[in-house]
């Protein structure tokens, strides 16, 4: 399964067109509180289950010169895919995401401070791992939670989706206030 995006934008490019005045359309599809600990400055919060939700409704408010953003680049493939199957030609995603955006010096709005996902699942994994380690010690057979655990993550990396992120992402740490779909079109329709 080619999971590559068709077409990447470097966080260097990026920022050369947003110095110059003609930034495309920025989506960040992380969740909420991901994007208000950090976001590219522009950007509209789209988080993943709400691009699927409502891609139609979305794609007659976007044009052709979007930038499809998220911490590194694989939730932003997955919304990539979603409107190209609704129609929208063109897409582009960052290249490395908001990490690499980062790293390249480029600018961020920053907010209270959060775990990004990838880190809250290397926490529950491991401490449901960890766990089931040591009670095994106790219980027979309690091991092969763990055991189920490595299964999923591998599975995860296989196939480039994580169910257990995808569960996180439901905890009111992660989401906040979702972005109203009616709210993310007015300002789609409100800037150029």
């Keep these: 399964m080619n999971t590559a995006p068709s077409s990447t934008l470097s966080p260097t490019v990026l920022h050369q067109l947003v110095q110059e005045g003609r930034p495309p359309r920025l989506l960040d599809v992380r969740t909420p509180g991901e994007f208000r600990t950090a976001h590219i400055p522009g950007s509209y919060n789209v988080p993943l289950g709400t691009l699927r939700e409502h891609r139609t409704e979305l794609l007659t408010h976007l044009d052709e010169d979007v930038v499809l953003v998220c911490r590194s680049g694989t939730r932003a ?4 895919r979603a409107l190209a199957e609704a129609g929208l030609p063109n897409l582009r995603v960052l290249e490395g995401g908001i990490t690499a955006w980062e790293t390249a010096g480029a600018p961020l709005n920053r907010g209270p401070e959060r775990w990004d996902m990838e880190r809250q699942v290397r926490l529950v994994a491991g401490s449901i791992v960890l766990a ?40 009111p740490y992660n989401r906040g206030p979702r972005p109203d779909i009616r709210t993310v079109i007015a300002e789609l329709r409100s800037t150029p």
């Design 77 to 80: 493939t997955q919304a990539e």
């Design 132 to 171: 089931t380690g040591l009670v095994g010690l106790f219980v027979p057979g309690a091991h092969l939670i763990g055991t189920a655990i490595g299964a999923g993550l591998t599975y995860a990396a296989l196939s480039n989706s994580c169910a257990m992120g995808v569960m996180l992402s439901k905890l």
